[in-house]
């Protein structure tokens, strides 16, 4: 009977997937890696995102896979030449391998989280547990998110680790790669990805009605002209334009109102009429100043698709140090700019700090994936045989509202 007590037990645990608090009088550790225990909790969550992962992976080799279909699923699939399940398990012992190889690397690194970091991670977390999510409510059927890493069995203080784990992983990054840092990317790496992946632009969008057009413009710039005084006298122009479009409404919706009060037409007084006659004329709006030297130029990237992909891969194109109309066709809609391009390394700093500080991660997020990732690779890892308890498809039911 013992056994069988046992048995059940087991079997309860497997059903559920939830930690060994929930099923044994002392916390479970299925892997030990270098020596360092990895608690459930924390495999459980590295398992739910492989999940994930393995889900995208599988999206990309076989696009028209419906995996909405009744009776789908996912645990028939393989991944990577790898049946769906092993692909998650050997991709979540490789994610707890990475979080010990940050945890070491930090402390090798004599860093430390200060109070600011340790307060944020408090906060994240108790807004996890505590806090109704709608998108946990409409996906999952929890009300917070927390409630569903715990149906899953990821309790709060292993996911207070993974938040910790994670502050450390971009600490770790910072002090190894950041401004100053001992593998931070060179300036010369900055300035090829300055060059190569942005443009440094001042740009005006035309939509004058009735203006001489926006190679008009270009030229007065190419003649002596600063973009700073064509911008005003551009922005007036059009000012003008939409306030004598208002103002011609409101004469000839004043004078309808008036010719209906007088009996020469007959046209009913609904509550719009009796609005527009009390409406207060448009204001002649004022000049604008001449704004500030540089004060225009934008930085973009070359994989922005703001004001559109076009205009971005046009601009991209264009030579420095000229001014060109760059027109940008949407169905039968064609729009035009006027575009004055720079030598992106002339600008002053402050004009592309974002964008240097956005390369010194994407130059060597690589370099540094591949150093967590051969630290990993280096450590011995041993399963103990409570893993057997956390199957993929438990993790499927759970993210399934099963």
Sequence with gaps: MKRSVKAAAAMLC?????SAASCASQQTYPLTIDGEQIRAGIYLYQQFSSVNSAESKLGEEQPDLDTTADGFDFTKQTVEGKSFGDWVKDNAIEECREFIAVKRLFASNGLTLTAEQNASVKSNVNSIWDETNAYAQYLYGTDTVGAFFEKM???KQSFKELQEVSEMRTALFD????????????QDEINAALKSDYSAIEYITYQLDNGDG???YVDR???GESFEEIFRSYTDAYNTQEYEKELAEYEASKNEAAQSEDGVTEVAEDADTADTAEAEPPVK???????ETDSLIVVINKDSTTPSEDFVKQVTELAENTVSVVSVTSGETTTEYIVKKFDILSLPSDKTESAVTSLRTSLKEDEFNEMLHSAGDAYTVSEDSSINLYKVNKIIDVMNKK
């Design 285 to 291: 709006p004022d000049p604008i100043s001449v704004p």
């Design 153 to 155: 069995g990821i309790g």
């Design 221 to 223: 710039i190419n003649n």
């Design 175 to 186: 002090h190894l790669y950041g401004e100053g840092g001992e593998l931070a990317a060179t």
């Design 14 to 18: 497997g059903i559920l997937a939830v």
């Design 214 to 216: 926006a190679q008009a």
